[in-house]
C-alpha cells in the first residue's frame, strides 16, 4: 500500500533563511509525487510535481523538490523564506491511474519576520 | 476562470438529517474526488469518480454516498449524518491522465454535525 510521512508537524523557519519541509514516501511501483500548499480558508493550491526525469522539480512561488530514489524522498525547499509562505505543506504520492492521491499529514511552516 | 465550486461553504445540521454538499468543476475534467480533512489525519479519500456513471469507494467511503450523472458536476451525499463526520470537505477534479496530472480543489466546506 502506498503511504507518505511528513515527519514534521511544524516547521519554524526565520524570513530571509532557506526552508526545508520533509517527505518520505512509500510505493509498489514508480511513485508520482507532489506537494500542495493550504492557506487559512482556502482549498489546496498545486506546487510541483516530479513524474520523471530530473531529481530537481522547480515550482510555484520558487519552491523546489529534490527526487531521492534511494532514501524514498520528496522534500520541499526554498532558498530563502518569505513570511508570506507560511501555510499548510502537503505532500502527496500515487504509483499507479488505478490507486487514489494519498496525502501526507501535513506540515505547518512559519515564517517569522 | 477555472475552478471547482463547493457548495455550502460552512453547514451546520443535526444528527440524522440528510444533505447534500454540491460541486461543480468547469474545466471538462474526467476525474473528480472527494476528500476529508482532519487533524493530525490530512486528508482521505472518500469517493472518486473516473467519468460520467463510474463512481468507486476511496479509503473512507462509510456513511456517504455520491453520483456523477453529469460530468460537471459530483454531488457528496450524507444520508444520515454522525457527528464523526464533522470535517472539512474538498472536493477536486483533474484531467484525464490524471495519475500524473495535478488536481485542482474546492474551497472547502466545513461541516459541523450536532
Known amino acids: 500500500a502506498q503511504s507518505v510521512a511528513q515527519p514534521e508537524d511544524q516547521v519554524n523557519v526565520a524570513e530571509g533563511n532557506p526552508l526545508t519541509v520533509k517527505c518520505t514516501y512509500s510505493?509498489?511501483?514508480?511513485?508520482?509525487l507532489f506537494w500542495y500548499v493550504q492557506y487559512p480558508n482556502r482549498g489546496l493550491q498545486f506546487l510541483l510535481k516530479y513524474i520523471t526525469g530530473d531529481n530537481l522539480v522547480k515550482g510555484s512561488y520558487g519552491f523546489e523538490a529534490e527526487f531521492n530514489k534511494s532514501q524514498t524522498s520528496f522534500h520541499l525547499k526554498k532558498p530563502s523564506a518569505l513570511v508570506s509562505d507560511s501555510a499548510l505543506y502537503f505532500c502527496?504520492?500515487?504509483?499507479?491511474?488505478?490507486?487514489?492521491?494519498?496525502f501526507g499529514k501535513g506540515t505547518r511552516l512559519s515564517v517569522i519576520a | 476562470e477555472a475552478q471547482v465550486t463547493q457548495n455550502p461553504r460552512y453547514l451546520i445540521t443535526v444528527t440524522g438529517k440528510k444533505l447534500t454538499v454540491t460541486c461543480s468543476q468547469n474545466m471538462n475534467h474526467e476525474y473528480m474526488s472527494w476528500y476529508r480533512q482532519d487533524p493530525g489525519l490530512g486528508l482521505r479519500q472518500i469517493y472518486y469518480s473516473m467519468n460520467v456513471e463510474v463512481t468507486d469507494k476511496g479509503d473512507v467511503p462509510e456513511g456517504y454516498k455520491v453520483s456523477r450523472k453529469e460530468k460537471r458536476n459530483f454531488p457528496l451525499i450524507l444520508e444520515s449524518p454522525s457527528p464523526n463526520q464533522t470535517s472539512l470537505y474538498f472536493c477536486?477534479?483533474?484531467?484525464?491522465?490524471?495519475?500524473?496530472?495535478?488536481?485542482?480543489f474546492g474551497q472547502g466546506t466545513r461541516l459541523t454535525v450536532v
Open positions: 510505493v509498489s511501483g514508480n511513485p508520482y
Open positions: 502527496a504520492v500515487r504509483d499507479t491511474e488505478n490507486t487514489p492521491l494519498v
Open positions: 477536486a477534479s483533474s484531467p484525464e491522465g490524471h495519475h500524473y496530472t495535478e488536481a485542482f
